[in-house]
């Protein structure tokens, strides 16, 4: 196989809870992952020479080594000792640095493709392992779909998640938000609410979206929403328009909607749109990594 077309899905988070850290920094943590439809298009190219190439439509992302993408084919080709060069492109669509795992999904798509391509014959629990050294979504934004995070967020348990019907309305405002400084912000003993991970995951099971719509936590998110006011402004836009629920995903700024008629979330869209450049209306998803073509 020369070459092959993946789509590699974002991620949002319908709860997050932090229940401590560390001792090498690391934060513990209790959350549920959603993967959606809204992916960036990746094609992975045999080339002549010993080396990793990678292009891009965006100028948002380096085209280095500094790039996960280039440390997950990195990786796999010292493991493996693969003399073959690569040429990856990456045609994005997710926002960068949006609390998305824009970057790990890319990165899985990579493991994935290379799999493939180079014929090593890894099996999927062998990809996740691999991706966990590129960081802690990656293993997850492999397989997709909707699971419970634990530990530092590898621990990965499958459950039942968003019906694939459920209308999901994404903002990224054009604000650039520090991971690692919104967890050394966060104040443990001052979190007021927390999300409860067990109603929620019932919930899902049952398809009762009202009531993860009016019961998603994110515990980061009072830190991230202190210093940028867009991340309430945009939750407040949404709930005019009637979402069933709205909240930040991740470290922010990302700011999503759920909504069960689509007629309101393309208002809600429309809206967004006059201040914001980056809104996206989108359906939740079963699938991570996928190769087509």
């Given amino acids: 196989m020369n070459s092959i077309d993946l789509k590699s899905r974002a991620k949002i988070n319908l ?22 439809d809204l992916y960036d298009n990746l094609k992975i190219t045999k080339i002549e020479g010993d080396f990793i190439k990678i292009k ?3 100028e948002d992302i380096p085209l ?3 790039n996960i993408v280039y440390k997950a084919a990195d990786i796999l080709k010292k493991r493996f000792n693969i003399k073959d060069g690569v040429e990856i492109s990456i045609q994005k669509n997710i926002p960068v640095a949006a609390g998305m795992a824009g970057g790990s999904s890319n990165a899985a798509a990579v493991l994935v493709g290379l799999n493939k ?20 979504d990656v293993p997850f934004c492999i397989t997709g779909g909707s699971a419970l995070a634990q530990g530092i967020g590898e621990e ?9 019907g459920v209308n999901i309305l994404v903002c990224k405002p054009d ?25 929620l995951i019932e ?5 009762d979206i009202k009531y993860v719509s009016e019961n998603m936590v994110n515990v980061l998110e009072e830190v991230t929403a202190s210093k ?28 999503f909607g759920l909504f069960d008629n689509k007629e309101y979330a393309i208002k809600a869209k429309e809206e967004l749109l006059i201040d914001y450049n980056q809104v996206y209306l989108v359906n939740s998803s079963n699938k991570g990594v996928e190769i087509y073509g």
């Fill in 56 to 58: 891009s439509d965006s």
């Fill in 175 to 199: 604000i650039f938000v520090s991971t690692k400084e919104v967890y050394q912000s966060l104040d443990m003993n001052k979190v007021q609410k927390r999300p409860e991970n067990q109603k």
């Fill in 203 to 207: 919930s899902l099971k049952n398809d």
């Fill in 64 to 66: 280095n080594q500094d």
């Fill in 117 to 136: 391509v180079w014929n090593l014959g890894l099996s999927e629990s062998e990809l996740k392992e691999i991706g966990l050294q590129l960081g802690a």
């Fill in 156 to 164: 990965l348990t499958n459950i039942h998640g968003l019906s694939e």
């Fill in 15 to 36: 709860s997050i809870d932090v229940l401590g850290k560390r001792d090498d920094g690391y934060h513990i943590v209790e959350m549920i992952m959603q993967t959606i």
């Fill in 228 to 255: 940028y006011k867009e991340i309430k402004q945009i939750e407040a836009t949404m709930m005019k328009n009637k979402a069933l629920g709205s909240m930040m995903s991740g470290s922010g700024p990302t700011v």
